[in-house]
């Protein structure tokens, strides 16, 4: 068995550069807090007791996670060190405590566990990364024989010491009790006044523990967010990996950069998706679906070969095989179309339930309705659901012909085969195949002159 993991994540830091009102650690990638990643992070590698140090604006943090954790209050920032001694007193002496930060959001979890497998041996493991330019990261310094022996923040380094490209990413694991024993002997007597968490490495090398580097798989995903630019530079690096897995699974997308995928996109192959389309919550594309340009998909179900056009908003609906929507609907949620369905432009559908073959195909608002199959909803058919108090169900049967510009005030049943002549507003039941005629009679006026132009109008 090996020992049980617990995670610390860091995120008392102030953020300053991110100039917000919001915590820094709450900011948004791909949908999701920076926080939220992280600690999705530590839940995957099956963490008994995940630690998260709060400081500024630490209620806010805290009200806006849903996730299980410890909150520890730091209350003042003296250190990442420092920000590690407070939660001594959880610690249990038998786990390894992996420390991962809260404006880290992209590392992988294949990256964690190399560093926790590392730490089980009893050693002090640490994720390192080679970067092209290292800016003002901590430098890891090697002896001769490629060991470890300590880390040198940018501030407190030598002018050789800041050539060195291989930087501290701050992930670390320890054994629990060696932890301990390490934070206990930390000073601020450093450059920045501070309790700096990586003298924990020169303190357990001279105490012949061995210190084990661990390459991120790939740099990228130990960079920090210190500000907005960065925070966007993460963002497209996430969507890239996200669409690349997306296009080995037979997925074909117009444009790579020109997607954004905030949530879970489950595609089978012979998917095809245009530019600009936004995925937000959970999408299921089947085999075949495709998804035009300019659409935005929420929480839905699209099936084999069903087609969404253009300029479309899908938000908890389902469409079966073949169906069609757009250019130019938008689907709200509680929104099925049954197989072959087709809702054209500028359709508005709500808690609506379309049959097979069935068709609105524009102008149309469809809320709180049943449609049965193979019925044709004409341009400009509105149900009238609400009565300013309640709303009313519209049941229609199969095989429905309803014409253009009809009003359907509910609650309302039209029966199988039933026809609503154009121009309607139909406020009684039609029973099966009848029709409803709910309109004015015309008159035509026989020899009616037109108005002349008055001498004197202007
Ligand atoms: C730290 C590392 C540096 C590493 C870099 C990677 C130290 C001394 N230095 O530097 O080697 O290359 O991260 O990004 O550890 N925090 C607290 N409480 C504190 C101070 C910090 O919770 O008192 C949190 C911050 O919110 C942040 C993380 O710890 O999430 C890192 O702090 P930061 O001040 O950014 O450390 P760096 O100076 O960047
Ligand atoms: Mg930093």
Redesign the pocket.
Known sequence: MPPPLEVV???????TRMKSQRP??LHELAGKAMLHHVLDKATALGAVNTHV????QADTVREQTPHRANWVL?T????????LQQVVPHLRDDSIVLTL????PLVSEDTLSRCVAAAQSGRVALVTADFADPA????IIRNKDGQITA?V??KDASKTQRAITE????ILAVPGALLKTLLARLTNDNA?G??????VVELAVADGVAVDGVIAAKPEE?T?V?DRVQLAELERIFQRDQVEALQRAGVTIADPGRVDIRGSLTAASDVFIDVNVVFEGDVVLEAGARVGPHCFIRNAHIGANATVESHTSVDGAVLQSEALAGPFARLRPGTELGPGVKIGNFVETKKAVLGAGSKASHLTYLGDVTVGKNCNIGAGTVTCNYDGINKHRTEIGDDVFVGTNSTLVAPLSLGNGSFVAAGSTITLNLNDSDLGVGRGKQRNIKGWTRPDKRSDAK
Do not use: F, P
Request: proline share 0%.
């Open positions: 994540v860091l995120a008392a830091g102030k953020g820094k650690v140090v709060v400081g500024h730091q003042e920032q003296l250190g990442t060190g420092h920000a930060y809260g404006d880290v003002a990261l901590g430098r880390i923040e940018y930087i501290n990413s701050g920045q501070e309790y700096y968490l990586t003298d130990v920090g210190n």
